[in-house]
Protein backbone atom coordinates (compact mmCIF):
# COMPACT_ATOMS: atom_id res chain seq x y z
CA UNK A 1 0.00 0.00 0.00
CA UNK A 2 1.46 3.29 -1.11
CA UNK A 3 2.20 5.80 2.24
CA UNK A 4 -0.12 9.00 2.37
CA UNK A 5 1.09 12.53 4.10
CA UNK A 6 -1.01 15.56 5.36
CA UNK A 7 0.20 18.67 4.16
CA UNK A 8 -1.21 22.39 4.74
CA UNK A 9 -4.70 20.64 4.77
CA UNK A 10 -4.07 18.05 1.98
CA UNK A 11 -3.81 14.54 2.05
CA UNK A 12 -1.22 13.41 -0.83
CA UNK A 13 0.32 10.19 -2.26
CA UNK A 14 3.76 10.54 0.04
CA UNK A 15 5.75 10.41 -3.25
CA UNK A 16 3.36 13.76 -4.27
CA UNK A 17 3.50 15.43 -1.44
CA UNK A 18 5.34 18.95 -1.59
CA UNK A 19 6.02 22.40 0.67
CA UNK A 20 6.78 25.72 -0.93
CA UNK A 21 10.76 25.87 -1.76
CA UNK A 22 10.37 29.19 0.34
CA UNK A 23 9.44 27.09 3.52
CA UNK A 24 10.94 28.51 6.40
CA UNK A 25 11.62 24.87 7.75
CA UNK A 26 13.50 23.98 4.39
CA UNK A 27 15.58 27.62 3.97
CA UNK A 28 16.09 28.32 7.85
CA UNK A 29 15.64 24.79 9.69
CA UNK A 30 12.56 27.26 11.21
CA UNK A 31 10.36 24.68 13.04
CA UNK A 32 9.45 22.18 15.32
CA UNK A 33 8.43 18.48 15.35
CA UNK A 34 7.82 15.61 17.47
CA UNK A 35 7.27 11.74 17.10
CA UNK A 36 4.47 9.77 18.63
CA UNK A 37 5.02 6.09 19.28
CA UNK A 38 1.89 3.82 17.67
CA UNK A 39 0.63 1.10 19.08
CA UNK A 40 -2.23 -1.06 18.12
CA UNK A 41 -3.12 2.09 16.37
CA UNK A 42 -3.07 4.98 19.20
CA UNK A 43 -0.41 7.57 20.04
CA UNK A 44 1.68 6.29 23.35
CA UNK A 45 2.66 9.34 25.61
CA UNK A 46 0.24 12.03 23.47
CA UNK A 47 -0.71 14.48 26.29
CA UNK A 48 3.43 14.83 27.13
CA UNK A 49 4.11 15.32 23.06
CA UNK A 50 1.67 17.61 22.32
CA UNK A 51 2.39 19.74 25.83
CA UNK A 52 6.24 19.81 24.43
CA UNK A 53 5.02 20.94 20.91
CA UNK A 54 2.72 24.02 22.60
CA UNK A 55 6.10 25.02 24.64
CA UNK A 56 8.31 24.78 21.70
CA UNK A 57 6.27 26.54 19.35
CA UNK A 58 5.87 29.45 21.96
CA UNK A 59 9.63 29.48 22.69
CA UNK A 60 9.99 30.05 18.97
CA UNK A 61 7.02 32.38 18.70
CA UNK A 62 5.60 30.25 15.92
CA UNK A 63 1.76 30.42 15.90
CA UNK A 64 0.20 27.44 16.61
CA UNK A 65 -1.90 26.20 13.63
CA UNK A 66 -4.59 24.79 14.95
CA UNK A 67 -6.69 24.03 18.24
CA UNK A 68 -5.71 20.59 19.94
CA UNK A 69 -8.91 18.81 18.74
CA UNK A 70 -8.22 19.26 14.86
CA UNK A 71 -4.69 18.19 15.38
CA UNK A 72 -5.20 15.17 17.13
CA UNK A 73 -8.31 14.09 14.12
CA UNK A 74 -5.18 15.03 11.29
CA UNK A 75 -2.87 12.70 13.38
CA UNK A 76 -5.26 9.69 13.78
CA UNK A 77 -6.28 10.26 10.40
CA UNK A 78 -2.54 9.74 8.93
CA UNK A 79 -2.27 6.52 10.80
CA UNK A 80 -5.95 5.41 9.47
CA UNK A 81 -5.03 6.23 5.89
CA UNK A 82 -1.64 4.45 6.21
CA UNK A 83 -2.87 1.45 7.80
CA UNK A 84 -0.34 1.74 11.07
CA UNK A 85 -0.89 -0.51 13.56
CA UNK A 86 2.63 -0.52 15.34
CA UNK A 87 4.84 2.33 14.44
CA UNK A 88 5.25 6.26 14.63
CA UNK A 89 3.45 9.33 13.54
CA UNK A 90 5.42 12.23 12.48
CA UNK A 91 4.54 16.16 13.12
CA UNK A 92 6.09 18.99 11.69
CA UNK A 93 5.51 22.65 12.29
CA UNK A 94 7.28 25.65 10.55
CA UNK A 95 6.83 29.59 10.28
CA UNK A 96 5.57 29.02 7.00
CA UNK A 97 5.84 30.51 3.65
CA UNK A 98 7.21 33.63 2.65
CA UNK A 99 10.30 35.47 1.14
CA UNK A 100 13.44 34.07 1.87
CA UNK A 101 14.66 36.73 4.73
CA UNK A 102 15.91 36.42 8.02
CA UNK A 103 13.59 38.36 10.31
CA UNK A 104 10.46 36.81 10.95
CA UNK A 105 7.66 37.35 8.16
CA UNK A 106 4.46 39.37 8.16
CA UNK A 107 2.30 38.66 10.92
CA UNK A 108 -0.64 36.10 10.09
CA UNK A 109 1.57 34.26 7.75
CA UNK A 110 0.61 31.18 8.33
CA UNK A 111 2.63 28.19 9.44
CA UNK A 112 3.58 25.05 7.67
CA UNK A 113 2.34 21.25 9.12
CA UNK A 114 3.79 18.23 7.71
CA UNK A 115 2.08 14.92 9.41
CA UNK A 116 3.64 11.58 8.33
CA UNK A 117 2.71 8.14 9.49
CA UNK A 118 4.83 4.10 8.94
CA UNK A 119 4.54 1.49 10.60
CA UNK A 120 7.62 -0.12 12.29
CA UNK A 121 7.53 -4.07 13.34
CA UNK A 122 8.09 -4.25 17.07
CA UNK A 123 10.00 -7.34 16.52
CA UNK A 124 12.89 -5.59 15.58
CA UNK A 125 12.79 -3.56 18.40
CA UNK A 126 12.54 -6.78 20.35
CA UNK A 127 15.17 -8.15 19.06
CA UNK A 128 17.81 -4.69 19.56
CA UNK A 129 16.62 -4.91 23.13
CA UNK A 130 17.70 -8.89 23.89
CA UNK A 131 20.35 -8.02 22.29
CA UNK A 132 21.66 -4.26 23.36
CA UNK A 133 23.23 -2.16 21.18
CA UNK A 134 26.44 -0.20 21.39
CA UNK A 135 27.10 3.58 21.65
CA UNK A 136 29.70 5.88 20.30
CA UNK A 137 30.25 8.69 22.48
CA UNK A 138 30.70 12.20 20.34
CA UNK A 139 31.58 15.96 21.30
CA UNK A 140 28.08 17.80 21.66
CA UNK A 141 28.67 21.09 19.19
CA UNK A 142 24.58 21.77 19.62
CA UNK A 143 23.41 24.98 19.70
CA UNK A 144 22.14 26.42 23.41
CA UNK A 145 18.37 25.37 23.03
CA UNK A 146 18.50 21.90 23.12
CA UNK A 147 15.21 22.09 25.07
CA UNK A 148 13.07 23.35 22.24
CA UNK A 149 12.13 20.47 19.93
CA UNK A 150 13.66 22.30 16.82
CA UNK A 151 13.57 20.35 12.69
CA UNK A 152 17.55 22.01 12.89
CA UNK A 153 19.82 18.74 13.65
CA UNK A 154 22.55 18.83 11.77
CA UNK A 155 25.27 17.90 14.88
CA UNK A 156 22.79 15.16 15.88
CA UNK A 157 23.01 13.83 12.33
CA UNK A 158 26.39 13.91 12.07
CA UNK A 159 26.90 12.39 15.61
CA UNK A 160 24.45 9.67 14.33
CA UNK A 161 26.56 9.09 10.90
CA UNK A 162 29.66 8.60 13.04
CA UNK A 163 28.04 5.55 15.60
CA UNK A 164 26.65 4.03 12.38
CA UNK A 165 30.13 4.32 10.75
CA UNK A 166 31.62 3.15 13.77
CA UNK A 167 29.44 0.17 13.95
CA UNK A 168 27.36 2.01 16.90
CA UNK A 169 23.66 1.80 17.22
CA UNK A 170 23.48 5.43 18.84
CA UNK A 171 25.73 8.63 19.57
CA UNK A 172 26.35 9.98 23.15
CA UNK A 173 26.68 13.29 23.21
CA UNK A 174 29.48 14.83 25.86
CA UNK A 175 29.87 18.51 26.77
CA UNK A 176 33.43 20.05 27.85
CA UNK A 177 33.12 18.82 31.24
CA UNK A 178 33.27 15.33 30.12
CA UNK A 179 29.93 14.56 30.99
CA UNK A 180 26.88 12.68 28.55
CA UNK A 181 24.41 15.48 27.91
CA UNK A 182 22.03 13.17 25.86
CA UNK A 183 22.22 10.98 22.51
CA UNK A 184 21.91 11.86 19.43
CA UNK A 185 17.99 11.53 19.60
CA UNK A 186 17.22 10.00 22.51
CA UNK A 187 18.03 10.49 26.56
CA UNK A 188 20.85 8.84 28.14
CA UNK A 189 20.93 6.65 31.84
CA UNK A 190 23.09 4.00 33.61
CA UNK A 191 22.76 1.99 37.00
CA UNK A 192 26.24 3.08 38.12
CA UNK A 193 28.74 0.91 39.64
CA UNK A 194 26.95 1.89 43.45
CA UNK A 195 23.65 0.29 41.48
CA UNK A 196 22.01 3.98 41.58
CA UNK A 197 19.85 4.71 38.42
CA UNK A 198 21.31 7.87 37.07
CA UNK A 199 20.18 10.44 34.31
CA UNK A 200 21.00 14.30 33.81
CA UNK A 201 18.94 16.79 35.14
CA UNK A 202 16.55 18.90 32.16
CA UNK A 203 18.20 21.98 33.50
CA UNK A 204 21.19 21.39 31.96
CA UNK A 205 20.20 21.88 28.05
CA UNK A 206 18.76 18.75 27.19
CA UNK A 207 15.44 17.83 25.91
CA UNK A 208 13.09 16.58 28.39
CA UNK A 209 11.85 13.54 26.59
CA UNK A 210 8.37 12.63 26.71
CA UNK A 211 9.57 8.92 27.41
CA UNK A 212 11.96 9.74 29.85
CA UNK A 213 9.02 11.93 31.79
CA UNK A 214 6.91 8.51 31.53
CA UNK A 215 9.44 6.27 32.71
CA UNK A 216 10.49 8.59 35.69
CA UNK A 217 6.74 8.25 36.92
CA UNK A 218 6.80 4.85 36.70
CA UNK A 219 10.65 4.59 38.50
CA UNK A 220 8.92 6.63 41.06
CA UNK A 221 5.74 4.48 41.50
CA UNK A 222 7.81 1.37 41.60
CA UNK A 223 10.34 2.60 44.59
CA UNK A 224 12.99 2.77 42.35
CA UNK A 225 15.73 5.39 43.53
CA UNK A 226 16.64 7.93 41.33
CA UNK A 227 19.65 10.26 41.16
CA UNK A 228 19.14 13.15 38.58
CA UNK A 229 22.60 14.03 38.30
CA UNK A 230 25.43 14.02 35.53
CA UNK A 231 27.78 11.15 34.74
CA UNK A 232 31.02 11.40 32.88
CA UNK A 233 31.78 8.93 30.26
CA UNK A 234 33.80 7.13 32.68
CA UNK A 235 31.46 6.86 35.06
CA UNK A 236 29.09 4.93 32.17
CA UNK A 237 32.05 2.46 31.21
CA UNK A 238 31.81 1.49 34.83
CA UNK A 239 28.50 1.34 35.08
CA UNK A 240 26.51 -1.80 35.92
CA UNK A 241 23.91 -1.01 33.10
CA UNK A 242 23.12 1.53 30.31
CA UNK A 243 19.94 2.27 28.53
CA UNK A 244 18.39 5.28 26.45
CA UNK A 245 14.88 6.24 26.05
CA UNK A 246 12.97 7.97 22.93
CA UNK A 247 9.51 7.44 21.04
CA UNK A 248 10.98 5.00 18.85
CA UNK A 249 13.86 3.13 20.82
CA UNK A 250 11.27 3.07 24.12
CA UNK A 251 14.06 1.55 26.23
CA UNK A 252 17.08 0.29 24.70
CA UNK A 253 20.14 -1.12 26.74
CA UNK A 254 23.37 0.19 25.71
CA UNK A 255 26.08 -3.11 26.09
CA UNK A 256 29.25 -0.67 25.32
CA UNK A 257 30.23 2.66 24.98
CA UNK A 258 33.43 3.37 22.43
CA UNK A 259 34.31 -0.17 22.15
CA UNK A 260 33.77 -0.97 26.41
CA UNK A 261 31.83 -3.42 27.35
CA UNK A 262 29.33 -2.51 30.30
CA UNK A 263 28.73 -5.06 32.76
CA UNK A 264 28.44 -8.33 31.38
CA UNK A 265 27.90 -7.19 28.41
CA UNK A 266 24.45 -7.84 27.78
CA UNK A 267 21.00 -6.31 29.16
CA UNK A 268 20.86 -5.88 32.48
CA UNK A 269 17.62 -6.67 34.94
CA UNK A 270 16.57 -2.97 35.71
CA UNK A 271 16.96 -2.20 32.26
CA UNK A 272 14.97 -5.15 31.08
CA UNK A 273 12.64 -4.87 33.91
CA UNK A 274 11.79 -0.91 33.11
CA UNK A 275 11.50 -1.29 29.45
CA UNK A 276 8.63 -4.02 30.36
CA UNK A 277 6.79 -1.35 32.58
CA UNK A 278 7.27 1.21 30.18
CA UNK A 279 5.43 -0.80 27.17
CA UNK A 280 2.66 -1.62 29.55
CA UNK A 281 2.15 1.36 30.47
CA UNK A 282 2.40 3.26 27.17
CA UNK A 283 0.43 0.55 25.45
CA UNK A 284 -2.84 0.60 28.16
CA UNK A 285 -2.62 4.59 27.93
CA UNK A 286 -2.26 5.30 24.13
CA UNK A 287 -5.00 7.21 22.77
Known sequence: MSRVAYVNGSYSPHGQAVVHIEDRGFQFADGVYEVWSVFDGKMADFEGHMTRLHRSLNELRIDIPMSAAALTQVLRETIRRNRVVNGIVYLQVTRGTARRDHPFPAPGTPPSVVVTAKSIPLARSE???????????QPDIRWGRCDIKTVGLLPNILAKQAAREAGAYEAWMVDEMGLVTEGSSTNAW???ENGKL????TQA???KGCTRTTLMELIKEHGVELDERPFSVEEAKRAREAFFTA???FVTPAVSIDGTKIGDGKPGPI???LRQLYLEQARRDAI
Open 247 to 249: AGA
Open 198 to 201: RTRD
Open 271 to 273: TRR
Open 127 to 137: AQARKGVAVLT
Open 205 to 207: NIL
Open 190 to 192: IVD
